[in-house]
C-alpha cells in the first residue's frame, strides 16, 4: 500500500504540473490576443486533453487521502465499528467502478488508436489522453481495494493512527 501512496504522489504532482502548463499557455493566448492580436492555434484543444489527463492523475491520491466526499447524514450515529465497514464497503465499490473505468477506458483508447482519431484543430492524437488516463484509474482501483481489505489508512504513512 505505501507503494501505490508514493504512485499516488507523483500522479498528483503530474497532474499539477499540466495544471500549470494549462494556466502559463492559457495566460500566454490570453495575453497575446489581447495586446499582440495573435492567439495560440489549439489552445483550446490543448486545454481540454490536458485537463482531462489531469483529472484522473488527481484521482488516486483522492482516494488513498480519503477526499471523496462521504454523506455521513444517515450513518453518524451509528458506531465507529459500522462507520468503519461501511468505509470499506464504499472502498470496495469505488474500486470496481475505477476497474470498469479502467477497462472502458482502454477499450475507448484502443478504438481511438485504431481509428486514428485526432483532434479538429491540431490533429492531436486523442489516444493519448486514453492511454494517460488508465493507470491512474487502475491505481485508484487498487488502493481502494486496498483500504477494503487492509483498512482506509493502509499505507498512508501522513496517517496519525491506523484505522481497521
Not at 499557455?25 to 490570453?30: D, E, H, I
Not at 497575446?32 to 489527463?53: C, K, P, Q, W, Y
Request: charged content about 15%; glycine content about 10%; hydrophobic content about 50%.
Amino acid at each position: 500500500m505505501k507503494t501505490f501512496h508514493t504512485l499516488a504522489k507523483l500522479f498528483a504532482i503530474l497532474a499539477g504540473l499540466l495544471l500549470t502548463f494549462i494556466t502559463l499557455m492559457t495566460c500566454w493566448s490570453v495575453i497575446g490576443r489581447n495586446l499582440f492580436d495573435t492567439s495560440l492555434i489549439g489552445d483550446f484543444e490543448l486545454t481540454g486533453v490536458t485537463t482531462g489527463a489531469a483529472i484522473a492523475l488527481f484521482m488516486p491520491y483522492c482516494q488513498a487521502k480519503r477526499g471523496n466526499i462521504i454523506v455521513d447524514f444517515f450513518t453518524a450515529k451509528l458506531s465507529d465499528k459500522n462507520q468503519v465497514g461501511l468505509d470499506r464497503f464504499g472502498a470496495l465499490l469505488l474500486a470496481l467502478v475505477f476497474a470498469l473505468l479502467a477497462w472502458r477506458t482502454t477499450l475507448g483508447g484502443l478504438n481511438s488508436l485504431n481509428t486514428n482519431s485526432e483532434t479538429q484543430i491540431l490533429g492531436f492524437p486523442e489516444w493519448t489522453v486514453f492511454a494517460a488516463m488508465v493507470p491512474p484509474f487502475v491505481l485508484t482501483a487498487l488502493i481502494g481495494l486496498g483500504q477494503m481489505l487492509f483498512g482506509m489508512d493502509a499505507g498512508d504513512t501522513d496517517a496519525g493512527e491506523m484505522h481497521t
